[in-house]
């Protein structure tokens, strides 16, 4: 047992330098601090929230969630924490998701509410003549420009919009990572028939989504983030039939689902 003490010792320093040290490449100490400082209020009305079946917003920070995406920015430094959280764990599944399919075909590609931009970074580096446009809400574009994404990057583009209101451009494909599971079946049907009226012919839609079992017994860490979903948006965690049939309502034709092994897989659909 003595020889054992050292080794794991050893072991949780590794873990912790690897995931938790704010300068290490993979660090996921930005998602922590969000998870700990903001969505760990949210939990705290759990009960509250599967009796009402909403979110806790105004339990948990006296605001309204009407607007969801306005009361999560409800300051600069909110959103820059969110942002930062989210862009954590594309060091980690990033290229899984990416690599999912051969997206190679596809070179002008929108990422739909592309947030902070690390997925749109992984992706112009796996596919070096693809071009990049974050599409997002004006003031979290602007952050990404001026804040997360290298200047020099010339193969990422911007676009401030609302993807619920405004236009949506023509692109070859479209990345929509972790935005259905915020939202309801009715607001995912409303905005991928927008996508798909935008799409190029021959184009297509990559959903990147943590994935339920189809009987929804797993696994454990999706059962927890829909539980996450259910205290802080509007939505949900999905399985590949859900998925599958949202993109079929929309036109999407020939539905393909990969499974990465990790937190994150990959749904394609055709146009
Ligand atoms: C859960 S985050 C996912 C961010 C990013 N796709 C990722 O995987 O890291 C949802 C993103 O959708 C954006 N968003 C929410 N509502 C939007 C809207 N109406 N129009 C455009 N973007 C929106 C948010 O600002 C945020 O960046």
């Known amino acids: 047992m003595y020889l054992f003490l050292p080794l794991a010792f050893y072991r949780n320093t590794e873990i ?3 995931y938790l040290t704010k300068s290490s490449p993979k660090s996921q100490y930005h998602i922590m601090m969000y998870y ?11 009960t509250d929230a599967v009796r009402e079946g909403r979110n806790q917003y105004e339990r948990a920070f006296g605001i309204s969630s009407k607007d969801l995406f306005g009361a999560m920015y409800r ?7 969110f942002l930062a959280g989210q862009n954590s764990i594309w060091s980690i599944c990033g290229r899984d998701v990416l690599t999912a399919f051969d997206l190679s075909p596809f070179t002008r590609i929108y990422d739909l509410g592309g947030g902070g931009g690390a997925l749109a970074q992984e992706c112009v580096s796996l596919y070096p003549n693809c071009t990049v446009t974050i599409y997002d809400l004006p003031k979290v574009v602007q952050v990404a420009k001026e804040r997360l994404v290298p200047q020099e990057e010339q193969r990422i583009a911007f676009h401030e919009g609302d993807f619920f209101k405004d236009s949506i451009p023509e692109a070859d494909l479209y990345i929509l ?7 309801d079946d009715e607001k995912c049907r409303q905005l991928l028939a927008e996508v798909h009226k935008a799409c190029r012919p021959g184009g297509g839609v990559l959903l990147v989504e943590s994935l339920l079992a189809e009987d929804k017994s797993g696994p ?4 927890l983030y829909s539980l996450n979903m259910l205290v802080q948006t509007e939505g949900k965690e ?17 539905v393909q689902v990969r499974r990465t092994g990790k937190l994150y897989d990959a749904v394609l659909g055709r146009k």
């Open 16 to 18: 912790s330098n690897t």
């Open 36 to 46: 700990s400082n903001t969505v760990y209020l949210c939990w705290h009305y759990l």
């Open 75 to 81: 300051s600069e430094e909110e959103m820059l924490k």
């Open 177 to 183: 990572s972790k935005i259905l599971h915020d939202w």
């Open 220 to 223: 454990v860490e999706t059962q």
């Open 238 to 254: 999905r399985t590949a039939a859900e998925y599958s049939e949202l993109l079929r309502a929309a036109g999407f034709e020939e």
